[in-house]
Nanobody, 127 residues
């Protein structure tokens, strides 16, 4: 099992930026895809962005394309989510996650396909 700890959330004005970090530890996960999800108030958890295990491919939900960027450090011990041009509708608890199965060519978008989750970090965007 992988342990994940998110940080970097907070309160920001619309149009501003935040950079979320997810520190990973535990078993090796170098062959597992990783992703960011978010859960807005009163809504279900939704896919935000993903990165393939080999770092060659990234995936984004339509509502964040051109605004958010997912990346990892060289050792893949930390996953980042750079969020620019934030909107009030981006307000949510943001979670990082590791996929259940290794070696997958594409990153899934269903929360049920991810087995390891962080505790979440709150992002609030004011208008």
């Amino acid at each position: 099992q992988v342990q994940l700890v998110e940080s970097g959330g907070g309160l920001v004005q619309a149009g501003g930026s935040l950079r979320l970090s997810c520190a990973a530890s535990g078993r090796t996960f170098s062959t597992y895809n990783m992703a960011w999800f978010r859960q807005p108030p009163g809504k279900e958890r939704e896919f935000v962005a993903g990165i393939s295990w080999n770092g060659r491919n990234t995936y984004y939900a339509d509502f964040v394309k051109g605004r958010f960027t997912i990346s990892t450090d060289n050792a893949r011990n930390t996953v980042y989510l750079q969020m620019n041009s934030l909107k009030p509708e981006d307000t949510a608890v943001y979670y990082c996650a590791v996929e259940r199965l290794p070696w997958r060519a594409v990153v899934p978008t269903r929360a049920a396909d991810f087995g390891s989750w962080g505790q979440g970090t709150q992002v609030t965007v004011s208008s």
